[in-house]
């Protein structure tokens, strides 16, 4: 099934130390409350081992918007922030965000 008109929001995330991870994934399920989500999945890294596969991140939330305003509308909301503050400033060393559209 094509997925069409719809605002991807797709971020990984590269802790501090691994132990951590508990307490991430923890933060990202809070996201989940924030009412301008249509759906979203929080990951880890699968046992795939191909050249093309980065493997180096710790975990990875991926959002689906209805539009670019509800995206817009997430990422100021006080849960977001929370978020941020809470869980990515102190256990995240990078942090890498891939939006896309409909092509």
């Keep these: ?48 081992h191909r050249d093309v596969v980065d493997r180096s991140y710790d975990a990875s939330l991926l959002i689906i918007f209805d539009n670019q305003q509800a995206h817009d509308a997430y990422q100021v909301d006080p849960i977001h922030d929370d978020f941020v503050a809470n869980y990515v400033k102190p256990y995240v060393s990078k942090v890498v965000v891939q939006d896309s559209i409909d092509a």
């Design 1 to 48: 099934m094509l997925l069409s008109d719809i605002f991807v929001h797709h971020v990984h995330f590269w802790l501090n130390n691994q132990a951590e991870l508990p307490k991430l994934l923890e933060g990202l399920q809070k996201l989940a409350q924030i009412k301008h989500i249509k759906q979203i999945h929080i990951g880890v890294k699968a046992d795939t």
